[in-house]
């Protein structure tokens, strides 16, 4: 477990400096309309996004509540996987070191139930 908190602070870290950096340094606008203008840029939105959804749908899964689990994903699709490096950075920080808290999150105990 160590191992991924590492990995995921690591992604949150190089995540906020590349965001930084195009936030500074780019133009979202002219950056945005030279990727869309190309077949492949198109495409790698597209595998993005459908990333962000299949994430997503993870992120629901686990949530206690129907706001959290909005304003995660809300947060998802605006700020990509910045958004899933800091939320599985706080789900391993909150999982008390178990994997089946980590994965299963609030749904843990009914899965669980289902399973007995």
Do not use: C, H
């Not at 400096?17 to 077949?39: I, Q, R, Y």
């Not at 809300?74 to 994965?103: D, E, H, I, P, R």
């Amino acid at each position: 477990m160590k191992a991924a908190r590492i990995i995921a602070l690591l992604g949150l870290l190089a995540m906020t400096a590349v965001l930084v950096n195009g936030f500074v340094n780019g133009s979202f606008t002219e950056d945005g309309g030279e990727l869309l203008a190309n077949p492949w840029g198109i495409v790698s939105l597209v595998d993005l996004y459908v990333g962000f959804i299949l994430f997503s749908l993870w992120i629901v899964f686990r949530e206690k509540t129907v706001l959290a689990a909005v304003a995660w994903v809300v947060l998802m699709m605006v700020l990509g996987f910045f958004t899933a490096s800091l939320y599985v950075f706080l789900a391993l920080q909150s999982s008390g070191g178990s994997w089946l808290n980590f994965f299963l999150g609030a749904r843990r105990d009914r899965v669980m139930e289902k399973e007995a």
